[in-house]
């Protein structure tokens, strides 16, 4: 067995694009590292996250380091910066979407039982605080990721990254 060449994972990854047109979007609430930003930008663009809003920080897709991490995928998102996270939320539900928050909450049901077949627009918090309770009423479902081991918690990029997977793979079930 051999690894795909640029053509052989351009046709791999066309034959997966044409399987579904769900709607995905990410919202970014007061996410301050901005290597954590790039790396979502880069998973936004291989999930096909028709939007991301960044809110409540000044870490944006401009600053060089995002750029070193997302490496040119910034290109392929369209994002909106927000001054507020109730900003960004509204923009958000005036586009379609119902809002899914990415948290460790009373509460919250494993992401994997949720519907995520409509439009649908993650959300996660900030690094150490995650997602405001303010946040949290607004939305639609608030879900967890289910894990095994003696840690309790993800990496806000990796944990976007699980959520945006997750989101994908009930499109494509």
């Given at each position: 067995?051999k690894q795909l060449d640029g053509t052989g994972m351009k046709r791999l990854h066309r034959d ?80 379609g979407f119902q809002l899914v928050a990415i948290e460790l909450a009373e509460y919250a049901v ?12 993650l959300i996660v918090g900030h690094e150490d605080r995650g997602i405001s309770a303010a946040t ?38």
């Open positions: 067995m997966t694009r044409r399987q579904t047109e769900a709607r995905l979007a990410l919202l970014v609430d007061g996410v301050q590292g901005p290597f954590n930003l790039g790396s979502m930008l880069r998973t936004a663009a291989a999930y096909r996250v028709e939007h991301l809003w960044i809110a409540a920080t000044d870490t944006l897709p401009t600053n060089a380091k995002v750029g070193k991490t997302a490496l040119g995928s910034e290109r392929y998102v369209p994002w909106t910066a927000c001054e507020t996270t109730a900003e960004a939320v509204g923009l958000a539900r005036e586009a494993p992401l994997d039982s949720l519907d995520l077949a409509p439009p649908t627009c949290l009423g607004t939305v639609d479902h608030v879900a967890y990721l289910p894990q095994l081991g003696k840690i309790g918690s993800l990496n806000v990029a990796t944990a976007g990254a699980i959520a945006m997977y997750e989101a994908r793979r009930q499109h494509l079930s």
